[in-house]
């Protein structure tokens, strides 16, 4: 299909799914608002991450495999080209994001656990969405960064990708249910990773030398983190992460630095027995922020938007466990102040957060009849 075909395709798939969904609001009072809910869409297969497109559709990933486009609450069938991908436990078709110049070049990122002769294994990948008269499809699927040793469990992928700032890449990649792979600085797991929007490695990376670790990692000591975002607050990347029993963080990942797990933590094993040395231990960073009991964080936003200027550099974090928003109030140098429990219960188990342009709040909750939540002001 010629470029001039794409471009007038994808305005007639503009029409076919304009139609709306009809949506009942709902209000919740909050400490600071009333929130007004309203269901965008549903029937999705456990939605995992979500994408704004710049006309107002929203790209979503199914953890089955699936991925598709959702304007004006018509969900479309499938996206075309998407990898295989192995759907087992926590993993499956995970995050998305778009390319800071996506109204350009039509690149998206996305990550996934692939099937391989050994097991499964976490990558990322880079393609390009084209949008045309049966749907859209994927073109020049290339993997830009690859978890090398396969694992044959279940869990704990992470799988969060943030575009920073500068155009690199961090992804953020779980100890794939073996916790002492987060202290192996050869090995991808339990870290956060960074890299070119080509697959490259920055010259800034802590280990860009390979002498002291692989040159993609940017920090270790991670157990699972499945929210990530760039702070505008503190100028830093920010990410949550689910401990054991007990130990959810909110860290500020810094260059070569160990976040602990499973050396230290605040949580213990789910049969009770204790994790490592404690919860202080020499050469590992603290958590900004933690919960004790855990609520399963997936999906981090800072809000900078206009419809709720009283939640201004708050931190939004979904919850899978107790099936609420959490909202964490922050000072203007961006200190945790206190938390803020919302929602709790009304829609299922929070996967993931995302602020858009306009100010209001989405939600994707991990069911088997997936939503997509707005939330406005009241």
């Known amino acids: 299909m010629k470029q001039g075909q794409r471009i007038a395709a994808a305005g007639l798939f503009a029409v076919v799914i304009s139609l709306p969904l009809a949506a009942f609001a709902k209000d919740f009072k909050t400490e600071t608002v009333t929130l007004s809910a309203e269901t965008i869409a549903d029937g999705l297969d456990h939605p995992w991450g979500l994408a704004f497109l710049p006309d107002g559709a929203f790209l979503v990933t199914e953890r089955g495999g699936t991925m598709r486009i959702v304007k004006d609450g018509k969900v479309s069938k499938p996206v075309a080209n998407v990898p295989k991908v192995v759907v087992k436990g926590e993993g499956g078709l995970l995050d998305v994001a778009l390319a800071p110049d996506f109204a350009k070049s039509g690149n998206i990122y996305f990550s996934y656990t692939e099937p391989r002769q050994n097991g499964t294994g976490?990558?990322?990948?880079?393609?390009?969405?084209?949008?045309?008269?049966?749907?859209?499809?994927l073109e020049n699927v290339s993997v830009l960064l690859s978890v090398k040793q396969s694992t044959s469990g279940s869990a704990h992928f992470g799988s969060r990708i943030l575009v920073a700032p500068d155009g690199t890449l961090f992804v953020t990649?779980?100890?794939?249910?073996?916790?002492?792979?987060?202290?192996?600085?050869?090995d991808e797991a339990g870290s956060l990773l960074r890299v070119n929007a080509d697959g490259t490695i920055p010259a800034?990376?802590?280990?860009?030398?390979?002498?002291?670790?692989?040159?993609?990692?940017?920090?270790?000591?991670?157990r699972n983190p499945q929210g990530a975002v760039w702070d505008p607050v503190t100028n830093s990347l920010m990410t949550v992460e689910h401990g054991a029993r007990g130990g959810d963080e909110v860290n500020r990942p810094q260059a070569g630095k160990n976040y602990g797990w499973p050396v230290i933590t605040y949580g213990v094993d789910y049969s009770g027995a204790k994790i490592g040395v404690g919860t202080h231990a020499k050469g590992y960073e603290q958590p900004l922020y933690y919960w004790d009991p855990s609520i399963a964080p997936s999906g981090l936003a800072v809000y900078e938007g206009s419809m709720f200027p009283e939640w201004k550099g708050d931190l939004l974090v979904g919850a899978l466990k107790f099936e609420m928003l959490v909202r964490l109030d922050r000072d203007e140098k961006g200190a945790i102040k206190g938390e803020e429990r919302m929602l709790k219960g009304e829609f299922g188990r929070v996967r993931d957060v995302r602020v858009a342009p306009d100010g209001s709040i989405y939600l994707l909750t991990d069911e088997g009849d997936g939503k997509i939540i707005r939330l406005t002001r009241a």
């Open 122 to 137: 976490t990558v990322m990948a880079r393609a390009r969405l084209v949008r045309n008269e049966e749907g859209a499809e």
């Open 173 to 186: 990649i779980g100890d794939q249910g073996t916790m002492n792979r987060s202290q192996d600085f050869r």
């Open 204 to 222: 800034d990376n802590p280990f860009a030398d390979g002498k002291k670790g692989l040159p993609q990692i940017w920090s270790k000591g991670h």
